[in-house]
T-cell receptor
């Protein structure tokens, strides 16, 4: 089955700890994206990668970091510098930057206390 | 700054009603508008619209783009409880990044 997987589904952390969210796709897509979703605010772009070994900051990159060492994988690290990390995180992929339809993973709900 | 605005933000209807969801956009170098349905987790793709005035249809759902008015509507006829979800609209533009600009979403609740 082709698709995007995110793990874990739920994640709980104490304030001050870094945490890494996993995103894997087997769709052979070049481009991958990380979004954050808060109630009433839609999806906001954190980081994106158009091709392996390259990534760019989105609209709300502060306090986050990513890597894209493999085409299939685009992990997101939420660092202790992120002031408000509790949110629902969605990963998406797109065949190439030029083909606009994005496919989403099931999301990770992160709670930091 | 690019933005996408959806209205209403929430809507409650009864089964069998017809609903119209609105999306307006201000997106630099606009290329396409996408609609997604989100039921608790992953948004699922509904439609992509690139040409003005051409309706896209899938069962009871249909959508149309008006480039002159910089807007799109999503219609759902004969609503069912399974249509209850958040409907997201997103605009694509601004050069060669593949970025989507999302609206806040419309939360639709269909009561039996």
């Amino acid at each position: 089955d082709g698709g995007i997987t995110q793990s874990p589904k739920y994640l709980f952390r104490k304030e001050g700890q870094n945490v890494t969210l996993s995103c894997e796709q087997n769709l052979n897509h070049d481009a991958m994206y990380w979004y954050r979703q808060d109630p009433g605010q839609g999806l906001r772009l954190i980081y994106y990668s158009q091709i392996v070994n390259d990534f760019q900051k989105g609209d709300i990159a502060e306090g986050y970091s990513v890597s894209r060492e493999k085409k299939e994988s685009f992990p997101l690290t939420v660092t202790s510098a992120q002031k408000n990390p509790t949110a629902f995180y969605l990963c998406a992929s797109q065949k190439t930057w030029d083909i606009h339809e994005q496919y989403f993973g099931p999301g990770t709900r992160l709670t930091v206390t | 700054e690019d933005k996408v605005v959806q209205s209403p933000l929430s809507l409650v209807v009864h089964e069998g009603d017809t609903v119209t969801l609105n999306c307006s956009y201000e997106v630099t170098n606009f290329r396409s508008l996408l609609w997604y349905k989100q039921e608790k987790k992953a948004p699922t793709f509904l439609f992509m619209l690139t040409s003005s005035g051409i309706e896209k249809k899938s069962g009871r759902l249909s959508s149309i783009l008006d480039k002159k008015e910089l807007s799109s509507i999503l219609n759902i006829t004969a609503t069912q409880t399974g249509d209850s979800a958040i409907y997201l609209c997103a605009g694509h533009g601004s050069g060669n990044t593949g970025k989507l600009i999302f609206g806040q979403g419309t939360t639709l609740q269909v009561k039996p």
